[in-house]
């Protein structure tokens, strides 16, 4: 009953910025941390940035420096904010989110938001 709304993808120019959301809606006690994955053609889902509900970060090595992940717990929702974007940086970016409904755990993910960086 968790469900993941991602927005704020498209297509930008190299050295550009865009900014991500992912909302959290439904039926859950507590979020323990969301993050950002992506997934490029013929490459492995990687991490991007995962943030837990007290704000500790942790960032995936091509992205350090350029993005910076942050959430509102009250809206449930999670950013990602991207600079200095590269044509490398082109995936679909993945919303993820674990926590607890009552006492049963989730792990779920959002249906994926693409981000183009192209001249």
């Known amino acids: 009953q968790v469900q993941l709304v991602e927005s704020g993808g498209g297509l930008v120019q190299p050295g550009g910025s865009l900014r991500l959301s992912c909302a959290a809606s439904?039926?859950?006690?507590?979020?323990?941390?969301m993050g950002w994955y992506r997934q490029a053609p013929g490459k492995q889902r990687e991490l991007v940035a995962t943030?837990?509900?007290?704000?500790?970060?942790n960032y995936g090595d091509s992205v350090k420096g350029r993005f910076t992940i942050s959430r509102d717990n009250a809206k449930n929702t999670v950013y990602l904010q991207m600079n200095s974007l590269k044509p490398e940086d082109t995936a679909v970016y993945l919303c993820n989110a674990n926590g607890l409904r009552l006492t049963v755990p989730f792990d779920v993910w959002g249906q994926g938001t693409q981000v183009t960086v192209s001249a």
């Open positions: 943030i837990t509900s007290v704000g500790r970060t």
């Open positions: 439904g039926s859950f006690s507590v979020i323990i941390a």
